[in-house]
T-cell receptor
Framework: IAGITQAPTSQILAAGRRMTLRCTQDMRHNAMYWYRQDLGLGLRLIHYSNTAGTTGKGEVPDGYSVSRANTDDFPLTLASAVPSQTSVYFC?????????????FGAGSRLTVL | AQTVTQSQPEMSVQEAETVTLSCTYDTSENNYYLFWYKQPPSRQMILVIRQEAYKQQNATENRFSVNFQKAAKSFSLKISDSQLGDTAMYFCAFMKLATSGTYKYIFGTGTRLKVLA
């Protein structure tokens, strides 16, 4: 089934630890995104990538880094986790080009930083 | 900067009734796209409906339809014949092509809809 796979589904992490959230898509979409979802704040963009080899900062990039070595994978790394990074993280992808480029989302990763 | 506002944090509706979720946005752009996404308790985000700003005709997908008022910058979602499975968080989203070449999506804060049996 075509789509986006995120791992882990859920994780509890001690503050100061490093954590990588994995995201893989099999739709050959050029663009990929990482959002965090917090109650009352909706979805906020952390980082994005328009195509393999390029990345950009979104609305809330501090404390996070990403890489895009190939089309399919877009991992999100928290170098030193802090409690304010407790959230649900969604990876998404879309095709690029003209038209209404619909976002396809993964199932999310719930991260708790203690 | 673009903003998307969903002024109804929570709503409820009786099964088989009709409910309308409101969404307003602010932009100086003329070409853009609007979406409604549904997030059920499973957490998976699912596209409900989309609307191209250049189209005057309101989009419809089965029981879901929108009332797109471009001049008023309003994009409400109407759910007819509500079903228990419609219980979810609903997000309104605005999308445009940014000058950087990125497709920029802005999401509202969501409306939690509960369908009552």
């Amino acid at each position: 089934i075509a789509g986006i796979t995120q791992a882990p589904t859920s994780q509890i992490l001690a503050a100061g630890r490093r954590m990588t959230l994995r995201c893989t898509q099999d739709m050959r979409h050029n663009a990929m995104y990482w959002y965090r979802q917090d109650l009352g704040l909706g979805l906020r963009l952390i980082h994005y990538s328009n195509t393999a080899g390029t990345t950009g900062k979104g609305e809330v990039p501090d404390g996070y880094s990403v890489s895009r070595a190939n089309t399919d994978d877009f991992p999100l790394t928290l170098a030193s986790a802090v409690p304010s990074q407790t959230s649900v993280y969604f990876c998404a992808s879309s095709r690029t080009g003209s038209g209404a480029n619909v976002l396809t989302f993964g199932a999310g990763s719930r991260l708790t930083v203690l | 900067a673009q903003t998307v506002t969903q002024s109804q944090p929570e709503m409820s509706v009786q099964e088989a009734e009709t409910v309308t979720l409101s969404c307003t946005y602010d932009t100086s752009e003329n070409n853009y796209y609007l979406f409604w996404y549904k997030q059920p308790p499973s957490r998976q985000m699912i596209l409900v409906i989309r609307q191209e700003a250049y189209k005057q005709q309101n989009a419809t997908e089965n029981r879901f339809s929108v009332n797109f008022q471009k001049a008023a910058k309003s994009f409400s979602l109407k759910i007819s014949d509500s079903q228990l499975g419609d219980t979810a968080m609903y997000f309104c989203a605005f999308m445009k092509l940014a000058t950087s070449g990125t497709y920029k999506y802005i999401f509202g804060t969501g409306t939690r809809l509960k369908v009552l049996a």
